[in-house]
Nanobody
């Protein structure tokens, strides 16, 4: 069974930082591309960061230069370091991968950026 279990997130002030973690099980983690998505209140879920098996990364324009996605293959964990947070980053964040012919999602983590 493939599982993605998230941790981290919470409350931050504008300009602050948070780190999200997503621990996986049931897959050969080092072979997989992992994605982070964000769903802001009343909006569609959007892809914000991707890291592939080679460690190559991609970011949405809205987070480029502020968010960093990384992976620890030994821990089967992907991270999203969120720096210089803005109020518009407030969202539920999900990690996601595609495994065994289906999409697998983490449970979601709420990030609230407010002064």
């Amino acid at each position: 069974q493939v599982q993605l279990v998230q941790s981290g997130g919470g409350l931050a002030q504008p300009g602050g930082s948070l780190r999200l973690s997503c621990r996986t099980s049931g897959i050969n983690f080092k072979l997989y591309t992992l994605n982070w998505h964000a769903q802001a209140p009343g909006k569609e879920r959007e892809l914000v960061a991707t890291i592939d098996s080679s460690g190559d990364t991609k970011y949405a324009d809205s987070v480029k230069g502020r968010f960093i996605v990384s992976r620890d293959n030994a821990r089967s964990t992907v991270y999203l370091q969120m720096n210089n947070l803005k109020t518009e980053d407030t969202a539920v964040y999900f990690c996601q991968t595609h495994a065994r012919s289906r999409e697998v999602w983490g449970q979601g983590t709420l990030v609230t950026v407010t002064s």
